[in-house]
């Protein structure tokens, strides 16, 4: 290793301890008392972590209040072993999952895209109002981004494994499928941790769409890792998935989130489209009015972020449509762009309240985009 690539290393190492840092204290300063006092869904997740321990409840879904995915639950009687009894513990676990989605989304965006571009979403994620929050509260909804940006994370180093020299062989030998397999055990898991994760994997076969009308030679040789994935997932969901099926009545806030859902059926757009207008105010001007996850109204952004936001989508719009070959950057950008539309659309159906919690399959790629905006104005080498 020459000396300026060292230097470059131990730079990026610099910066990123210092972000990991600044993530580290402003999730655990103060954590008892901030934000104040515990909501019943807190509590909720405190009650059912301690069950497992105390009572040997060892439920594939929970059905207190509109029903719960059990996996925040069981990550949190695990530290309850060592803790106790106290909310502390749930609020440590969503701590640490949301530094495992800084340093899962690091991971991705320095391997798709550069390691400036990383530096600067994960400090975005490390600072940023909504991330922290999220940080802070024990609700099952963090752990969801956690588990899926180290999927596609991993799934982009079998990408790269996938696109190298002799590709073909690559993708039955040792070191590729692994890793293919490896994403699909964890979009798997997705589903035992919120809502959202049952649509949010569409975004790897609309992948495999973009490449059959781009690249028909990379299609060809990443789609069959690709489906495996989705199988294994699929696998690991499953146990879940006959659940619902035998015991359909047990998901009653899916009942209530379809409502605008089912008024267009019966040709009523009214509620949809004023969820949707509603919704779209949400980056930038009026946010989440819900003040159990949000200082009531606060938008997701605001000005600068928001504006550097739309700079960055309409950046990454550019890369998708000239189809950058650059370390798959059209790949890459039309992947953050899907990413970001089907994590957004739950709360297009519900409207924005609530949404700080809805949104959250979005939330580790909504800092992509402002990060693409300022490394387009300068990039360092």
Do not use: C
């Not at 990383?118 to 024990?138: C, D, E, Y």
Request: no cysteine; charged share 10%; net charge positive.
């Amino acid at each position: 290793m020459s000396i300026p690539e060292l230097s470059t290393r131990v730079r990026y190492y610099g910066w990123m301890l210092l972000v990991l840092m600044a993530a580290v204290f402003l999730r655990l300063h103060n954590i008892i008392s901030v934000p104040p006092g515990v909501t019943h869904d807190e509590a909720d997740h405190g009650i059912t972590a301690w069950s497992i321990i105390s009572e040997g409840v060892r439920d594939i879904y929970f059905t207190v209040g509109y029903g719960r995915e059990p996996l925040y639950d069981y990550a949190t009687a695990l530290l309850m072993t060592f803790l106790g009894p106290t909310f502390l513990a749930g609020r440590i676990t969503a701590v640490y999952f949301s530094l495992i989605l800084i340093a899962g989304m690091t991971a991705w965006v320095g391997r798709a895209f550069n390691r400036q571009t990383a530096i600067l979403t994960a400090a975005g994620l490390a600072v940023g109002f909504w991330p922290v929050m999220t940080g802070r509260q024990s609700l099952r909804s963090i752990l969801l981004p956690a588990l899926f940006v180290l999927a596609v994370a991993i799934f982009w180093h079998g990408l790269d494994k996938v696109s190298g020299p002799n590709s073909l062989a690559t993708v039955a030998n040792q070191r590729s499928l692994p890793l293919f397999l490896g994403a699909g055990v964890l979009l798997g898991l997705t589903f035992y941790t919120y809502i959202p994760a049952r649509v949010l994997w569409i975004i790897f076969p609309a992948l495999l769409g973009y490449l059959f009308f781009t690249d028909r030679s990379f299609f060809k040789r990443l789609w069959l890792p690709t489906l495996l994935m989705l199988l294994i997932m699929i696998i690991f969901a499953l146990p879940l998935l006959l659940f619902f099926g035998s015991n359909p009545a047990a998901e009653v806030r899916i009942q209530q989130l379809a409502a605008p859902l089912a008024a267009v059926l019966d040709g009523e757009f009214g509620l949809l489209l004023q969820n949707v207008a509603g919704s779209l105010r949400l980056f930038v001007n009026q946010g989440d009015t819900a003040w159990r996850y949000n200082i009531a109204g606060r938008p997701l952004l605001g000005p600068l972020m928001g504006t550097l936001s739309i700079a960055g989508v309409l950046l990454a719009v550019w890369y998708t449509v000239k189809r950058s070959a650059e370390r798959h950057w059209g790949a890459a950008t039309f992947l953050a762009l899907s990413w970001l539309l089907v994590g957004f659309l739950p709360v297009l159906v519900t409207g924005p309240q609530l949404s700080m919690t809805q949104a959250i399959g979005m939330q580790p790629v909504l800092y992509l985009f402002p990060a693409l905006s300022l490394w387009a104005v300068g990039p360092v080498s």
